[in-house]
């Protein structure tokens, strides 16, 4: 017998697990004893896939939980937790058997405490303001008289009251409404929705475009203007193309949209006050400014007019300037007389010494002197013209002698050229002659042809093989009801025709020989 028994004690009574039974029943221990529990821990190590499920871990100093939460409760949370944060996580423990760990599935979370709020809110302004969104150089100057000015706030609240409110006071004008929910989970979706729906409308379309936009709620915790910190209204803000003031909260509540917008109001009826000036101010101003105006125009008129006297009494008087001008006149006046006869007689004693040039002796000199200039010229005139012509003679003759070969040529062409068009052309009139009496022939045969081609398909033919044609009461018979209903029929053969019924006429010859039957009568 050997010392050591190495067969193996039996089991006894000790029950046997699966590996799937074993961990349903740890499944089923773990979620009896925590079905609701609420957990303080830092979130690390956040993952978010394309199925919409948050995965993240919660971990303190010592130990760390899996944790994570559906895509409807993820939707249903008004903080998401972010890497680092300080939470407290509301769920249930259970375990996933295929990996053999436990997890928490997280319904909500909650910051823990408003210094873990404030610290994740530091880090997204910072973040923020790092991407520039925050910068004074990108802000828009309010217009100082909007026509429209939409409002992104809650329709039920005292805060859109109070602004149309104010508005009505100040300056009445039209005013857009956008309603959104101010806090909770759908808030910055809704509020960023309204401020990019605002900024798609288009100028001159049928809703008016706003000229500037207020983002208001009333106050509140930092819990319930949270909604007002999320990145997607602070990115909604910033890229706004209309001006936009943020009436977040009361004056000591300060948002991230804040920060963003182009203009920051301390309350909502403050935002109001900025939007629009006091019509009565800007009628009183007006006024004064018109009074203003008036003064202004009397008091130039009348410097003006002091100013143009001023100078009037520097001018001198108009007598002064008229007196020597006149006496002028008067000198020239009395000294005309004597200066026309002065005038007269000197030109009367040029006339004089030029009609005595102008006697008929010297005429008749002038005349008789031009007429034997113009005799010279006519007669070296004609000498040239006969030269010239005895000129032009020898060179046509020159010519001619020239061109009496060539012209012989072109005759002698001429003469062979219209000798072989002759010949063309008397060939082409006995073309022209025949045509019409061989066309006449071609048209005489084919016209015969024709005829014998009318004569073999006429129905003559048919009739000659054999065939009738029954007419009755004048009209072809096609089927025995209509033969018996004619009062009397007519059968034509090839040689003639015969009629049934009635007194039987005289037989007619037909053409081609033969007689022609009785055109009426009776075979019976």
Same mark, same amino acid.
């Given at each position: 017998?050997?010392?050591?028994?190495?067969?193996?004690?039996?089991?006894?009574?000790?029950?046997?697990?699966?590996?799937?039974? #074993?961990?349903?029943?740890?499944?089923?221990?773990?979620?009896?004893?925590?079905?609701?529990?609420?957990?303080?821990?830092?979130?690390?190590?956040?993952?978010?896939?394309?199925?919409?499920?948050?995965?993240?871990?919660?971990?303190?100093?010592?130990?760390?939980?899996? $944790?994570?939460? @559906?895509?409807?409760?993820?939707?249903?949370?008004?903080?998401?937790?972010?890497?680092?944060?300080?939470?407290?996580?509301?769920?249930?423990?259970?375990?996933?058997? &295929?990996?053999?760990?436990?997890?928490?599935?997280?319904?909500?979370?909650?910051? !823990?405490?408003?210094?873990?709020?404030?610290?994740?809110?530091?880090?997204?302004? !910072?973040?923020?303001?790092?991407?520039?969104?925050?910068?004074?150089?990108?802000?828009?100057?309010?217009?100082?008289?909007?026509?429209?000015?939409?409002?992104?706030?809650?329709?039920?609240?005292?805060?859109?009251?109070?602004?149309?409110?104010?508005?009505?006071?100040?300056?009445?004008?039209?005013?857009?409404? @956008?309603?959104?929910?101010?806090?909770?989970?759908?808030?910055? =979706?809704?509020?960023?929705?309204?401020?990019?729906?605002?900024?798609?409308?288009?100028?001159?379309?049928?809703?008016?475009?706003?000229?500037?936009?207020?983002?208001?709620?009333?106050?509140?915790?930092?819990?319930?203007? @949270?909604?007002?910190?999320?990145?997607?209204?602070?990115? +909604?803000?910033?890229?706004?193309?209309?001006?936009?003031?943020?009436?977040?909260?009361?004056?000591?509540?300060?948002?991230?949209?804040?920060?963003?917008?182009?203009?920051?109001?301390?309350? /909502?009826? +403050?935002?109001?006050?900025?939007?629009?000036?006091?019509?009565?101010? #800007?009628?009183?101003?007006?006024?004064?400014?018109?009074?203003?105006?008036?003064? $202004?125009?009397?008091?130039?008129?009348?410097?003006?007019?002091?100013?143009?006297?001023?100078?009037?009494?520097?001018?001198?008087?108009?007598?002064?300037?008229?007196?020597?001008?006149?006496?002028?006149?008067?000198?020239?006046?009395?000294?005309? $007389?004597? &200066?026309?006869?002065?005038?007269?007689?000197?030109?009367?004693?040029?006339?004089?010494?030029?009609?005595?040039?102008?006697? /008929?002796?010297?005429?008749?000199?002038?005349?008789?002197?031009?007429?034997?200039?113009?005799?010279?010229?006519?007669?070296?005139?004609?000498?040239?013209? +006969?030269?010239?012509?005895?000129?032009?003679?020898?060179?046509?003759?020159? @010519?001619?002698?020239?061109?009496?070969?060539?012209?012989?040529?072109?005759?002698?062409?001429?003469?062979?050229?219209?000798? &072989?068009?002759?010949?063309?052309?008397?060939?082409?009139?006995?073309?022209?002659?025949? =045509?019409?009496?061989?066309?006449?022939?071609?048209?005489?045969?084919?016209?015969?042809?024709?005829?014998?081609?009318?004569?073999?398909?006429?129905?003559?033919?048919?009739?000659?093989?054999?065939?009738?044609?029954?007419?009755?009461?004048?009209?072809?018979?096609?089927?025995?009801?209509?033969?018996?209903?004619?009062?009397?029929?007519?059968?034509?053969?090839?040689?003639?025709?015969? $009629?049934?019924?009635?007194?039987?006429?005289?037989?007619?010859?037909?053409?081609? &020989?033969?007689?022609?039957?009785?055109?009426?009568?009776?075979?019976?």
């Amino acid at each position: 017998m050997d010392l050591l028994d190495d067969t193996p004690t039996p089991p006894g009574n000790s029950p046997e697990y699966t590996v799937s039974e #074993l961990s349903g029943a740890v499944k089923r221990v773990i979620e009896g004893e925590f079905g609701l529990v609420r957990v303080r821990g830092e979130v690390g190590r956040v993952s978010r896939p394309a199925s919409g499920h948050l995965y993240f871990d919660l971990k303190d100093d010592r130990s760390v939980i899996a $944790a994570i939460s @559906w895509k409807g409760q993820v939707a249903k949370m008004q903080v998401r937790p972010e890497e680092g944060m300080e939470v407290i996580a509301t769920g249930r423990m259970t375990t996933f058997p &295929g990996q053999s760990k436990y997890q928490l599935i997280v319904e909500d979370v909650a910051p !823990a405490g408003a210094g873990a709020l404030m610290a994740m809110l530091e880090k997204r302004r !910072a973040a923020l303001q790092a991407e520039g969104l925050f910068e004074a150089g990108r802000k828009q100057a309010l217009p100082y008289l909007p026509r429209v000015i939409g409002v992104v706030t809650s329709p039920s609240g005292a805060v859109i009251r109070d602004i149309l409110h104010r508005l009505r006071d100040r300056f009445a004008c039209h005013v857009l409404i @956008w309603p959104v929910a101010v806090q909770g989970k759908d808030c910055a =979706a809704q509020v960023a929705a309204a401020i990019r729906g605002f900024n798609a409308l288009e100028a001159g379309g049928p809703v008016p475009r706003p000229d500037v936009l207020i983002v208001a709620r009333g106050g509140g915790s930092l819990e319930d203007l @949270w909604g007002f910190n999320e990145e997607i209204v602070v990115r +909604a803000a910033a890229e706004s193309a209309i001006p936009l003031i943020s009436a977040v909260g009361h004056e000591t509540d300060t948002t991230l949209i804040d920060h963003a917008a182009d203009r920051r109001a301390p309350t /909502p009826t +403050a935002a109001a006050e900025m939007a629009v000036p006091v019509r009565l101010e #800007l009628l009183a101003a007006v006024d004064a400014l018109g009074a203003r105006l008036s003064r $202004a125009l009397a008091q130039g008129v009348a410097l003006r007019g002091q100013r143009l006297r001023d100078l009037a009494r520097a001018l001198p008087r108009p007598e002064a300037l008229l007196a020597t001008p006149a006496q002028r006149l008067d000198t020239a006046t009395g000294r005309l $007389a004597g &200066g026309l006869s002065l005038a007269v007689s000197r030109k009367r004693a040029v006339y004089a010494r030029q009609a005595g040039r102008l006697s /008929p002796t010297a005429l008749t000199g002038l005349v008789l002197r031009r007429r034997e200039a113009l005799d010279r010229r006519a007669e070296t005139l004609e000498a040239r013209i +006969a030269r010239r012509r005895d000129q032009w003679h020898g060179q046509f003759d020159k @010519w001619a002698s020239r061109l009496a070969p060539s012209l012989a040529r072109l005759v002698t062409q001429a003469g062979v050229k219209i000798t &072989g068009q002759r010949v063309v052309l008397q060939g082409v009139s006995a073309r022209l002659d025949a =045509a019409p009496a061989q066309r006449l022939s071609d048209l005489s045969r084919r016209l015969d042809a024709l005829d014998r081609t009318r004569q073999t398909l006429g129905y003559a033919q048919t009739l000659r093989r054999g065939y009738a044609v029954v007419r009755g009461d004048g009209a072809v018979v096609t089927s025995r009801a209509a033969a018996e209903k004619a009062q009397a029929l007519e059968v034509e053969f090839h040689d003639g025709r015969l $009629a049934l019924g009635g007194p039987a006429p005289k037989a007619t010859p037909r053409k081609g &020989g033969g007689t022609k039957p009785p055109e009426q009568g009776s075979l019976f």
